[in-house]
């Protein structure tokens, strides 16, 4: 099962391990749900998530520093004893020694942020819905084109990185290219990146490797982007019917979303770039409530109602 190791999260979130004899690279974590334990800390354990990383605020900080010692060490004992991944106190939140110590001898790490205890866990459950979706490697091009994440796909030597660097010329941003790791975050949103041994770099055939980052600055690469465009470059068939009004529109699915997707044939003297930007303003343009295609159907249609009554007079 796909796991982020405490040590990554504890990086990522730059906290602080108050038990450090405590291995925390091999301890995984494998769901992006937390757990704030209220319930548990009074003996309530029925339906308890084990799996969750448990995160103590003030309302169970302070519920803690009343009880006796001896209910403290019979509810750590209780507590620790369901192997959880790892407790988090947030807030800068001091727990007591007796915790540390059983905390240390079963082996649960327990970590410590100055973060308010809200904002540290929407942080964290974001990230860790970032880094447990499900992910699959796909052959193509990502782009950041005037906001939106333009993916161009096609056959290898068909165009698409010397078009994303034409677009990359003409002020936009690259966030992978040749491999697009794309992960769902939601039933709406999928999210893209480039596989860290490839990232900012583009393969130009007859060039070779090029380094976008160090050779246009940091200004035209992204390290991650939402997909919302799907560009499929093919070569140009006299005998296939392409799309010219784009009355209704089409889709290519990834992880079970459903994402918008345009075949673009290719010709001598194409510009691939202009294309991609008019393709990328056209989609965001619908977003906002605008379809070009549905007003001149409806000019059309106007327009021959009109020609229809003046020729009843």
Same mark, same amino acid.
């Given at each position: ?41 009074? @003996? ?12 103590? @605020? ?25 192997n959880v991944p ?15 110590? $059983?905390? !240390?001898?079963?082996? !649960?790490?327990?970590?410590?942020? +100055?973060?308010? !205890? ?21 052959? @193509?091009?990502?782009? +950041? ?35 697009? #790791? ?13 596989? +860290?041994?490839?990232?900012?770099? $583009? ?15 940091? #200004? ?7 997909? +919302? ?20 529109? #089409? ?29 990328a303003v056209n ?31």
């Amino acid at each position: 099962m796909k796991g982020v190791s405490i040590k990554k999260i504890v990086e990522k979130m730059k906290m602080k391990v108050l038990n450090p004899e405590v291995d925390t690279k091999g301890r995984k974590v494998t769901t992006a749900e937390v757990n704030r334990p209220a319930l548990q800390l009074t @003996g309530y354990f029925d339906y308890f998530d084990n799996n969750r990383i448990e995160i103590i @605020g003030m309302v169970e900080y302070t519920y803690m520093q009343k009880l006796s010692d001896s209910e403290k060490s019979v509810l750590y004992q209780d507590f620790f004893s369901r192997n959880v991944p790892c407790v988090i106190f947030s807030r800068d939140l001091k727990p007591d020694e007796e915790l540390l110590r $059983i905390a !240390t001898q079963n082996n !649960t790490p327990v970590l410590s942020t +100055d973060y308010g !205890t809200s904002a540290f866990m929407a942080e964290l459950i974001y990230y860790l819905g970032e880094e447990l979706a499900p992910c699959i490697s796909i052959h @193509g091009v990502l782009v +950041d084109v005037y906001g939106e994440g333009l993916l161009i796909m096609g056959e290898s030597g068909i165009g698409k990185s010397e078009a994303a660097l034409e677009l990359i010329r003409r002020g936009h941003r690259l966030v992978s290219d040749d491999v697009v #790791e794309i992960r769902r975050i939601n039933e709406h949103t999928l999210v893209g990146t480039a596989p +860290d041994i490839t990232r900012y770099f $583009i393969e130009l055939r007859g060039i070779g490797i090029i380094d976008v980052k160090t050779l246009f600055g940091v #200004e035209c690469v992204k390290e991650k982007q939402n997909i +919302d465009l799907v560009i499929k470059l093919e070569d140009w068939k006299k005998e296939n019917e392409y799309d010219r009004l784009g009355l209704e529109e #089409e889709y290519t699915e990834f992880l079970g979303n459903k994402i918008v997707c345009h075949s673009l044939p290719i010709r001598p003297g194409r510009n691939l770039a202009v294309i991609c930007e008019s393709a990328a303003v056209n989609h965001r343009q619908k977003k906002m409530g605008y379809n070009a295609a549905q007003e001149l159907y409806r000019r059309v249609q106007e327009n021959l109602q009109k020609s229809s009554e003046d020729e009843e007079e």
